[in-house]
T-cell receptor
Framework: DARVTQTPRHKVTEMGQEVTMRCQPI?????VFWYRQTMMQGLELLAY????????DSGMPKDRFSAEMPDATLATLKIQPSEPRDSAVYFC?????????????FGSGTRLTVV | EDQVTQSPEALRLQEGESSSLNCSYT??????LFWYRQDPGKGPEFLFT???AGEEKEKERLKATLTKKESFLHITAPKPEDSATYLC??????????????FGTGTRLTIIP
């Protein structure tokens, strides 16, 4: 089965450090999302790309977060500087346009802990 | 702004005891309603997409239905392996083609052997 690959699976970092999370979407998928999941807020959209172009990053704290797709096989989410409130599980998901038929496929996530 | 409310927050059932999970939504125009299953430590796994009121989809012991205001996920004769958190999400129809999904907070289902 095709899968979305996220690295690293776990990351513990100190407050103020830069964190980079990576995602390899399924080959051929042209839509990529970054979501953050916490117990209190559930899944929240951070950024959304179609054909590598950012279309919605309204959910992302722009002063410290950035998301890019340098090519069709790699999406990155960076936090600089990181803060304890950024501790969460970050998911990447990919799909074909409008997610029809097969929905969107999520990766296994990166569990981030900022101490 | 799109809103999705799921109930109950948690549900414990005996094996074989059928029940339903609810997803109420508010959206200016619905393009699709998605159901996902999430196991601990894993990402959400796609189950169904429903597009219009009256539509139904089935997969093994699960059946999803859709009205203009809510969706139900019916679980018939559940087994312990059906234990998971079930998430629903809405995708709004818009002129800008924004595909983002707005998720509810989920129902944590536990099936007791």
């Amino acid at each position: 089965d095709a899968r979305v690959t996220q690295t690293p699976r776990h990351k513990v970092t100190e407050m103020g450090q830069e964190v980079t999370m990576r995602c390899q979407p399924i080959l051929g998928h042209n839509t990529v999302f970054w979501y953050r999941q916490t117990m209190m807020q559930g899944l929240e959209l951070l950024a959304y790309f179609r054909n590598r172009a950012p279309l919605d990053d309204s959910g992302m704290p722009k002063d410290r977060f950035s998301a890019e797709m340098p090519d069709a096989t790699l999406a990155t989410l960076k936090i600089q500087p990181s803060e304890p409130r950024d501790s969460a599980v970050y998911f990447c998901a990919s799909g074909l346009v409008l997610g029809q038929r097969d929905g969107y496929t999520f990766g296994s996530g990166t569990r981030l802990t900022v101490v | 702004e799109d809103q999705v409310t799921q109930s109950p927050e948690a549900l414990r059932l005996q094996e074989g005891e059928s029940s339903s999970l609810n997803c109420s939504y508010t959206v200016s125009g619905l393009r699709g309603l998605f159901w996902y299953r999430q196991d601990p430590g894993k990402g959400p796994e796609f189950l169904f997409t429903l597009y219009s009121a009256g539509e139904e989809k089935e997969k093994e012991r699960l059946k999803a239905t859709l009205t203009k205001k809510e969706s139900f996920l019916h679980i018939t004769a559940p087994k312990p392996e059906d234990s998971a958190t079930y998430l629903c999400a809405v995708q709004e129809a818009s002129n800008f083609g924004n595909e983002k999904l707005t998720f509810g907070t989920g129902t944590r289902l536990t099936i007791i052997p």
